[in-house]
């Protein structure tokens, strides 16, 4: 389910940023500004994690971090140890999940090709 919403290196960022402020409620061009990203980027990167149940809408713009389980703020808390360990790894491996599915989409194309 998390893994899911981790589509990126910019939803993993955006995550550890709400993590670290739970308490903190974010607008976008916080968070855009924050993360030097573009709203889109995050406009996506908040859909994948609320959609994973680790962000709320507070209901006038603004969101915060907020797991819906002890499991997933479990899950954070470990992710963030091991980012500040391990950052590239970690980015290799969202990055290498990425290419993966970018593979087997094109694969996907080919095969058409060929059977017709």
């Known amino acids: 389910m ?3 919403c981790l589509d990126s ?3 993993l960022e955006l995550l550890l940023l ?3 402020r739970p308490d903190r409620r974010w607008t976008t061009p916080e968070m855009v500004t924050e993360l030097r990203s573009s709203e889109l980027v995050v406009a996506q990167s908040v859909r994948g994690l609320s959609g994973a149940g680790l962000l709320i809408d507070e209901g006038d713009g603004r ?6 389980s002890p499991d997933l703020a479990d899950f ?7 980012y500040r360990a391990r950052p590239n790894q970690i980015r290799r491996m969202i990055v290498g999940r990425s290419n993966a599915k970018l593979t087997s989409f094109s694969d996907a194309f080919l095969l058409r090709k060929t059977q017709q």
């Open 76 to 82: 954070v808390a470990k992710l963030d140890r091991e």
């Open 63 to 68: 969101v915060r971090y907020c797991a819906v």
């Open 2 to 4: 998390v893994q899911g």
């Open 18 to 20: 709400l993590h670290a």
């Open 9 to 11: 290196v910019w939803s």
